[in-house]
């Protein structure tokens, strides 16, 4: 039976700025399981990397959740899985004070992330092991074993990592994530690191307190195929070995049906299907998912069709159309209906949901 860790309840979230208010997110609704992935892709600006801001607790200002629930299912690290004792907090994160100490626990501890652009997030003054063990320095305890006991189950007590311990930790870590020579590396700055070594270095970062979820922001963006797929193999035997949760942002579908059990289609901020991933690709409900999949090149085929487009434009924020935010584009566009009736978030089949007035008598 799979297990919520975190659980998105009608998730909005909306800038005011001085040309209006932009609905960034608007009604996002799922759950990621414990040892699960769960794929959200779409189009650049339909609100995908904002959500993952949103269960950080970092949406930047003047960003703010509007409306709806973010729900972290804690559950202590050093607990067994099997444990029938084992007590499981629900934490509201978005009623947390986004600097008070719950969240910092959460934030790093408990969800890790890896940032879109590597070279950006990763400080350009500080050495990789220095960050790494600024990471364990905040959020890593060890714990302390008292004379007799043999057991680490029934150890309450914990202390910090020392520095020597930390800077260990960081050269396992970053043999662990395939950077070469480690105990080089550890000492290396980011300018002094390729791409992809700066990719590894940010997932080192993010894995180095064992988090219970990881989430991956277009965590291969601008890598060679073959670093990409290490590092896709990296996070696939971490999960295994770790039974880590992992949200994975992409807008490539390729590596979406590769690395997801579960997929959540977002358009211009609102989530117009979710299902299994075989489901999505195979029989997927709604227009855009369709045009999405009709998109991808078809390898090894000869064809002398050209390479399937979306039509029309994404709409501005500030003007976003009236009834289905994709009637402006959509090829089944129902004149009368679509532009005037705002579809609602519904079942279509066991376990697919989808926003589409397609469906509006099933």
């Not at 794929?39 to 650049?44: A, K, P």
């Not at 311990?165 to 396992?172: G, L, Y």
């Not at 295994?240 to 059990?261: D, Q």
Request: include cysteine; aromatic fraction near 6%; proline fraction near 6%.
């Amino acid at each position: 039976m799979s297990e919520p860790l975190v659980e998105i309840k009608d998730l909005k979230v909306q800038f005011d700025v001085r040309d209006g208010i932009v609905k960034a997110v608007d009604g996002a609704t799922f759950t990621i399981n414990r040892g699960e992935t769960l794929g959200v892709i779409g189009e650049s600006g339909c609100g995908k990397s904002i959500t993952a801001k949103a269960i950080m607790q970092m949406v930047p200002k003047p960003g703010k959740v509007a409306e709806g629930e973010i729900l972290y299912y804690y559950r202590d690290k050093n607990t067994k899985r099997d444990d029938p004792n084992v007590q499981t907090e629900i934490i509201k994160i978005n009623e947390l004070d986004p600097d008070g100490d719950r969240i910092r626990q959460i934030r790093g501890g408990e969800i890790g992330m890896i940032f879109q652009e590597p070279m950006s997030s990763l400080t350009p003054v500080y050495s990789a092991g220095f960050q790494i063990g600024e990471a364990l320095n905040l959020h890593r305890l060890i714990p302390i074993k008292k004379v007799g006991d043999q057991m680490a189950d029934v150890i309450q007590q914990y202390r910090h990592v020392t520095k020597e311990e930390s800077r260990e930790i960081a050269i396992e870590m970053l043999r662990k994530v395939g950077l070469p020579k480690p105990q080089e590396r550890v000492d290396s700055y980011p300018h002094q690191l390729s791409g992809g070594q700066r990719q590894r270095v940010m997932i080192g970062i993010a894995l180095s307190c064992d988090p219970a979820m990881l989430i991956a922001d277009e965590p291969t963006t601008a890598l060679d195929v073959s670093i990409e797929a290490q590092i896709l193999d990296l996070m696939r035997d971490l999960q295994e070995t770790e039974n880590m949760a992992i949200m994975f942002i992409t807008h490539n579908l390729g590596v979406v049906a590769e690395m997801a059990k579960e997929i959540v289609v977002m358009y211009m901020g609102k989530q117009v299907e979710k299902a299994s991933a075989v489901n999505i690709f195979y029989h997927p409900k709604h227009p855009y998912t369709k045009a999405l999949l009709q998109s991808i090149p078809k390898v090894g085929k000869r064809s002398s069709n050209r390479l399937a487009i979306i039509e029309g434009m994404v709409p501005s924020p500030f003007e976003l159309p009236s009834g289905c935010v994709f009637h402006t584009r959509c090829p089944d566009y129902m004149p009368g209906k679509c532009d005037q009736i705002v579809p609602k978030w519904q079942e279509v089949e066991d376990d697919h949901y989808v926003r589409c007035l397609l469906y509006e008598e099933v």
